[in-house]
């Protein structure tokens, strides 16, 4: 079982800045596929953007140009920079690993909110 939480969620302005941290209790950080979710109310949840163990990177449209996602295999820690954003930012930000077809863990959320 891998354990991971997340941290830097809060509350910013639109325009602002915020980055997301995830850390990962398993050894074999460096294989995993990670991942960045978003679930707003009354939205599907959407993938924001994943990284494989490779460094392969895939963001979603809405956040392209934007959002950095980043990991530091070392640290068993990835990372989402997320730059000028807009109150359609506002969401739980989950934190996803992926090691198998079948594998996978979710970390608990964190609310990220983008108001004035």
């Known amino acids: 079982q891998v354990q991971l939480v997340e941290s830097g969620g809060g509350l910013v302005q639109p325009g602002g800045s915020l980055r997301l941290s995830c850390t990962a209790s398993?050894?074999?950080?460096?294989?995993?596929?990670m991942g960045w979710y978003r679930q707003a109310p009354g939205k599907q949840r959407e993938l924001v953007a994943s990284?494989?163990?490779?460094?392969?990177?895939n963001y979603a449209d809405s956040v392209k140009g934007r959002f950095t996602i980043s990991r530091d295999n070392a640290k068993n820690t990835v990372y989402l920079q997320m730059d000028n954003m807009t109150p359609e930012d506002t969401a739980v930000y989950y934190c996803?690993?992926?090691?198998?077809?079948?594998?996978?863990?979710w970390g608990g959320g964190t609310q990220v909110t983008v108001s004035s």
């Open positions: 996803n690993a992926r090691w198998s077809q079948l594998l996978a863990s």
């Open positions: 990284i494989t163990s490779s460094s392969g990177i």
């Open positions: 398993g050894r074999s950080f460096s294989l995993y596929t």
